[in-house]
């Protein structure tokens, strides 16, 4: 079956420690997405990623890292200058290629930074 | 820049009752516009889609039609269940001045439904 896997649903993380979060997909999608959702509020794009080897700020890139080596694979580091860590992360991905197609989303992970 | 507005929740429903969540959005140009769904601890589902005016979604009961005048796209159920109890967010995608697509987002209704 065709779809996106993030790993893991749920991970816990001291403060000032990095944290990588996985996001897999077997789509053949060219473009790659990572959301942070936080109670009571809708989603916010922190990275994307157009194709391969490139990537791009979104509204909230701060303390936050990508790097997209394979076209299936788009982890997202979140780093110890993020200052409120903790929230939910869903990646998506979509056709990409200039057509306006929908995203798909993965399951989630949600962050808890102690 | 583009923004969507959804009707704030909660909201709570008697099963088999009519629901309407309404939405709206800014743009520039013709987006597409969505429906997602969001079980507990669950990402997000595509629920329906409309990519031109007048256009309608459905899915599982659920409508929703892309209106340019009023720049609208309330989605509703004619008779709703306990299973649809659930966040929904309406989305426009577009595209930056990059040509970079951009989903925007609205915050979210959370819907309970009653037995």
């Known amino acids: 079956d065709g779809g996106i896997t993030q790993s893991p649903k749920y991970l816990f993380r001291k403060e000032g420690q990095n944290v990588t979060l996985s996001c897999e997909q077997n789509l053949n999608h060219d473009a790659m997405y990572w959301y942070r959702q936080d109670p009571g509020q809708g989603l916010r794009l922190i990275y994307y990623?157009?194709?391969?080897?490139?990537?791009q700020k979104g509204d909230i890139a701060e303390g936050y890292s990508v790097s997209r080596e394979k076209k299936e694979s788009f982890p997202l580091t979140v780093t110890s200058a993020q200052k409120n860590p903790t929230a939910f992360y869903l990646c998506?991905?979509?056709?990409?290629?200039?057509?306006?197609?929908?995203?798909?989303f993965g399951p989630g992970t949600r962050l808890t930074v102690l | 820049g583009n923004s969507v507005t959804q009707m704030e929740g909660p909201v709570t429903l008697s099963e088999e009752a009519f629901l309407t969540i309404n939405c709206t959005y800014t743009?520039?140009?013709?987006?597409?516009l969505f429906w997602y769904v969001q079980y507990p601890g669950e990402g997000l589902q595509l629920l329906l889609k409309?990519?031109?005016?007048?256009d309608k979604g459905s899915n599982k009961g659920f409508e929703a039609t892309y209106r340019k005048e009023t720049t609208s796209f309330h989605l509703e159920k004619g008779s709703v269940q306990v299973s649809d109890s659930a966040v929904y967010f309406c989305?426009?995608?577009?595209?930056?001045?990059?040509?970079?697509?951009?989903?925007?987002f609205g915050t979210g209704t959370r819907l309970t439904i009653i037995p």
């Open positions: 743009a520039t140009g013709y987006p597409s």
């Open positions: 990623s157009q194709i391969v080897n490139d990537f």
């Open positions: 409309a990519t031109k005016a007048d």
């Open positions: 998506a991905s979509s056709i990409g290629r200039l057509v306006a197609d929908t995203q798909y």
């Open positions: 989305a426009l995608l577009s595209f930056t001045n990059f040509g970079n697509e951009k989903l925007t």
